[in-house]
């Protein structure tokens, strides 16, 4: 399985402001995902991350609030924007696991906190 | 669209005690199911999975096996302990489509 990692961790934030998640894989990935897990709640998928094009939003998610990067097979970047104390939660990333095996590993969340 | 639907929780056992968590599907095709597990304090980790209708998955003394008569895909433990609290959450993915749908996540206590 991939080694994922986050940055930051956790922050707290104002609200108004615009916070960028970072998200490194020690490995080549073709796919990348984003999830927010509001408090308490399960996980709901935000965007798949495609590598050279525009990500690709669900449904209640849009590229203005969650601008998402993804330059190589190896990087994602997520921002949140404006934000607010509803987005307050933990952001995720997470990859596809080897090539039809239709498992995805997760990174280890950045817990953000909107004042 | 797909939907998985979990056991509410929270869930609290003595330790060596027998732990199910059911969990139902609702899937257009032919989905992959998947369990996962989040730690107090940690992220979310893959406890096991099951591809195809009859498969059981494994890990860690977990089992869930893939019922597609019921569309179901219950975790069960027969002797639970400590380290096993922890947030477990039942997903699935459409054939061909890396795409998660996650249950509501059960919270589970064991006391020793």
């Known amino acids: 399985s991939a080694v994922i990692s986050q940055k930051p961790s956790r922050d707290i934030c104002q609200r108004g402001t615009s916070l960028t998640i970072q998200c490194q894989v020690d490995?080549?990935?073709?796919?990348m995902f984003w999830y927010r897990q509001q408090p308490g709640q399960s996980l709901t998928l935000i965007a798949t991350?495609?590598?050279?094009?525009?990500?690709?939003?669900e449904s209640g998610f849009v590229i203005d609030k969650f601008p998402i990067s993804r330059p190589n097979l190896t990087f994602s970047t997520l921002t949140v924007s404006n934000m607010s104390p509803e987005d307050s939660s933990i952001y995720l990333c997470?990859?596809?696991?080897?090539?039809?095996?239709?498992?995805?590993?997760f990174g280890p969340g950045t817990r953000l906190l909107v004042l | 669209g797909d939907s998985v639907t979990q056991m509410e929780g929270p869930v609290t056992l003595s330790e060596e005690a027998f732990l199910t968590i059911n969990c139902t599907y609702t899937?257009?095709?032919?989905?992959?199911l998947f369990w996962y597990v989040q730690y107090p304090g940690e992220g979310l980790q893959l406890l096991l999975k099951?591809?195809?209708?009859?498969d059981k998955g494994s890990n860690k003394g977990f089992e869930a096996t893939y019922r597609k008569e019921t569309t179901s895909f219950h975790l069960e433990k027969g002797s639970v302990q400590v380290s096993d609290s922890a947030v477990y959450f039942c997903?699935?993915?459409?054939?061909?489509?890396?795409?998660?749908?996650f249950g509501a996540g059960t919270t589970v206590t064991v006391r020793a």
């Open positions: 997470s990859v596809d696991g080897t090539s039809g095996q239709e498992t995805q590993y």
């Open positions: 490995s080549q990935v073709t796919m």
């Open positions: 991350a495609n590598q050279g094009s525009e990500a690709t939003y």
């Open positions: 899937a257009t095709g032919y989905p992959s």
């Open positions: 099951a591809t195809k209708a009859d």
């Open positions: 997903a699935l993915s459409e054939q061909d489509d890396y795409k998660l749908s």
